[in-house]
């Protein structure tokens, strides 16, 4: 058997064993969907009506409103489901870091990247079932996307690649912390960051210095390609950031993760 014909069995392996928890463990799925479903509908009920009147102004068109609101603000509730899970894995990997499993598998004769493949892969999966019941609540309170199949099926690639770069970014986050209770901390950042982006209000009300950021910040693109593949906007070069940002996120998480993992458990 070939290296990489090896390397896949193994990744398959770890994957069966990363579904088998999510199957046994239904609760952490809901968790997923569950967080940003709570958040659409506090932001669509609570603050939408006010949040809308000024998004009309902001945005450049229309008086603004509930209905409108709910239009802008699906991508960015989107984004924080995929960050959720990317925190979600970050603990997952400290759980078998604490409790000896990954020690286990330095010893056994399996491909070094597979164990984390499989909670990459596995988590991926996870966030798109979670991402469907967000899109399902959120079209039963009034999101009504222009999207084609030629749309959605960009949609469900850029949503996958998102997903693969935060989750072996906060791959490698849970494995260089020493405790769970670490690990569920650090990746918190991810979930706060489509606040400090074009997520729930545009960058042009924000404050010079945060406005800045907002702009040079990831999920930004990362917003405004989903928000223009569901609602039919202009792109511009945000599909290009967004690639460009997933591929370079994604690499350094992995080799990060893979440096982690083959240090001298020792240190």
């Known amino acids: 058997m070939s290296s990489l014909s090896h390397s896949v069995s193994d990744s398959t392996t770890m994957l069966r064993r990363n579904l088998l928890h999510m199957v046994r463990y ?3 799925t809901l968790l997923v969907a569950g967080m940003p479903i709570i958040f659409l509908l506090l932001f669509v009920y609570v603050f939408g009506g006010t949040l809308g009147a000024g998004l009309g102004g902001a945005a450049g068109g229309g008086s603004g409103g509930r209905a409108e609101y709910v239009e802008y603000v ?24 604490t409790e000896g499993i990954i020690a286990r598998f330095r010893t056994m004769a399996i491909a070094r990247a597979s164990v984390m493949t499989g909670h990459v892969i596995g988590s991926v999966l ?5 991402l469907v019941a967000v899109v399902g609540v959120a079209l039963l ?15 469900l690639g850029v949503l996958t690649l998102i997903a693969l770069a935060l989750t072996w970014l906060s791959t490698a986050l849970g494995m260089v912390t020493k ?86 458990p020792a240190h």
């Open 141 to 155: 309170v009034g999101f009504r996307p222009t999207t084609g199949p030629t749309e959605w099926l960009a949609l």
């Open 179 to 264: 405790t769970v209770e670490a690990a569920s901390n650090l990746p918190m950042p991810l979930i706060l960051l489509p606040f400090l982006g074009s997520g729930f209000v545009p960058t042009d009300s924000m404050p010079s210095g945060l406005r800045w950021f907002a702009e040079y910040q990831p999920f930004t693109p990362f917003i405004e390609t989903i928000r223009s593949l569901l609602l039919g906007t202009p792109i511009g070069s945000s599909a290009v950031q967004t690639v460009a940002w997933c591929v370079g996120i994604s690499l350094l998480g992995y080799l990060w993760a893979l440096k982690l993992y083959n240090r001298d």
């Open 26 to 28: 239904p609760s952490v």
């Open 126 to 130: 996870q966030t798109l079932l979670g």
């Open 74 to 97: 699906v991508p960015g509730i989107l984004m924080m489901g995929i960050a959720g899970s990317a925190q979600g894995t970050a603990i997952s990997i400290a759980m078998d870091m």
